[in-house]
């Protein structure tokens, strides 16, 4: 079989593009796999692709590049357009909304057409025009799928299903759990929350001075983050460990792994701590980190609301201070991370293009 995933680019530091070339990773080791990414926007992509994988761009958008078309949307719209049309493949997954739709417009129906998604829509209305001419949308959480159960209210349509993400393949670093060291990753953006973080970490810091944060990324919050470190006076505390397209192994080097965004998408962070055998603080409700974890197996949540930093605070303290349970959540994290083994979740895959194609074939018979 040959797999085709659309990205808008897979140069970049996200986490649904680590989801996706983990997917396709696992894939490649039986069908023919390839990445098409919409943009180029450096020189090699941030995360290392697996040699089995073939990957284009459409527009390099370089800086100090020239092109001889038009510019701006334009220019990716033109080229969007001519590589879909021309597209062979036996499966197309598309990843993100605006994708999605134009594969609904514009390839041959003798392709499966798959829209991966790891959030509700931001516009539901093209979703909700188009959506119903691909063959499934397949979503990352059960939240994210009733928000499509949702749009479409039941009635035309596409085939919903949930399928995890995947880890990539391993062998994977373990966490020994005997060092110092929370850690935190993912972009630095407002709703992430990491000041939350930080403001928890000054009470742990109070208490417990020789254990250590590190937060790993970047984004446009980083100034205001440094900041706060300086205000709180917490240089000796809280690290600014940049970015790695590495996280796995530099959780494999902490006791405790922080989540407080107020949404997780895709989870990648969650996912590879616990692949790490990492235990994870969090908060409660849906969309965060609840949605990947089972609290009290192989993490702790704190429920939201008034003094909700210094219940974080508290929720890593006591696991600082006990080191048996630590270990029995650190035990926990390995099992539940066995859902999002990338052989598990590729043959998900494969067992529903099979079942897709099954029931193509029905329909194109009974016409």
């Known amino acids: 079989m040959k797999i085709c995933f659309l990205v808008p680019s897979v140069y970049g530091m996200r986490g649904d593009t680590r989801a996706v070339l983990n997917l396709a990773a696992a894939l490649a080791s039986k069908h023919e796999v390839e990445i098409v990414s919409v943009r180029r926007v450096r020189e090699t992509p941030f995360f290392p692709v697996d040699r089995r994988l073939s990957v284009r761009w459409l527009i390099d958008a370089r800086p100090g590049v020239r092109h001889l078309l038009p510019g701006g949307q334009m220019r990716t719209e033109m080229a969007l357009w ?14 993100r909304a605006g994708l999605s739709v134009q594969a609904a417009r514009h390839v041959s129906r003798e392709m499966l057409r798959v829209a991966r998604e790891w959030s509700r ?4 209305d093209p979703v909700r025009r188009f959506y119903p001419k691909l063959d499934a949308v397949v979503t990352s959480t059960e939240t994210v799928r009733d928000d499509f159960a949702r749009i479409f209210q039941g009635a ?21 759990m005997d060092n110092r060291i929370v850690s935190a990753g993912g972009r ?23 254990w250590r944060l590190r937060l790993y990324g970047g984004g446009p919050e980083e100034k205001r983050l440094r900041a706060l470190v300086g205000s709180l006076n917490l240089h000796n505390n809280v690290y600014f460990m940049g970015t790695t397209p590495d996280l796995p192994g530099e959780f494999a080097k902490a006791s405790l792994v922080a989540v407080t965004s107020l949404a997780e998408s895709p989870g990648m962070t969650v996912i590879e701590a616990l692949g790490c055998g990492v235990p994870v603080v969090g908060f409660e409700g849906a969309r965060g980190a609840g949605e990947f974890v089972t609290p009290g197996r192989d993490s702790v949540l704190v429920p939201r609301g008034e003094d909700e930093v210094e219940a974080f605070a508290g929720a890593m303290l006591t696991l600082i201070d006990d080191e048996r349970q630590r270990m029995v959540l650190s035990a926990g994290a390995r099992e539940s991370a066995a859902r999002h083994a990338a052989p598990v979740v590729a043959a998900r895959w494969e067992e529903l293009a099979g079942e897709l194609r099954s029931r193509g074939a029905k329909a194109a018979g009974g016409r």
């Open 156 to 176: 035309g349509g596409p085939r919903l299903e949930v399928v995890p993400d995947a880890l990539a393949q391993g062998p994977w670093p373990r966490s020994r």
């Open 188 to 210: 630095w953006l407002a709703g992430k929350a990491f000041d939350q973080l930080v403001r928890a970490f000054a009470i742990v810091a109070d208490k417990r001075p020789d």
């Open 121 to 124: 829509p931001a516009v539901p």
């Open 82 to 95: 001519r590589a879909l049309r021309g597209m062979r493949a036996d499966l197309l997954v598309t990843t």
